[in-house]
Nanobody, 120 residues
Framework: QVQLVESGGGLVQPGGSLTLSCAAS????????MGWYRQPPGKQRELVAA???????NYADSVKGRFTISRDNAKNTVYLQMNSLKPEDTAVYYC??????????????WGQGTQVTVSS
């Protein structure tokens, strides 16, 4: 069994910064892609940023230049550094990982979600 636990959300003023973390634990052989998604109130979940096992990254246009995704493979952890936050960044943020529990067999796992609120 695999579990993803997120931390780091909260309330921040516009222009502020937050760092989200997501750590995977359990029966893990290897982890391929890791990513962060968000779901604003009343809207669909959307991709924010993703990072491959080789370190290649991609970002939603709305966060380019403000957010940075990174990973620590030794800790099975993915991070999202968020700077210059705007009210429209308010959402529940979810991490997602493509986890192999043995060679050739993988599933996508989700964190429980963490609320980020940007407001003065």
């Amino acid at each position: 069994q695999v579990q993803l636990v997120e931390s780091g959300g909260g309330l921040v003023q516009p222009g502020g910064s937050l760092t989200l973390s997501c750590a995977a634990s359990g029966s893990i052989f290897s982890i391929n892609a890791m990513g962060w998604y968000r779901q604003p109130p009343g809207k669909q979940r959307e991709l924010v940023a993703a990072i491959t096992s080789g370190g290649s990254t991609n970002y939603a246009d709305s966060v380019k230049g403000r957010f940075t995704i990174s990973r620590d493979n030794a800790k099975n952890t993915v991070y999202l550094q968020m700077n210059s936050l705007k009210p429209e960044d308010t959402a529940v943020y979810y991490c997602n990982m493509q986890i192999f529990q043995r060679v050739g067999v993988y599933n996508h796992y989700w964190g429980q979600g963490t609320q980020v609120t940007v407001s003065s």
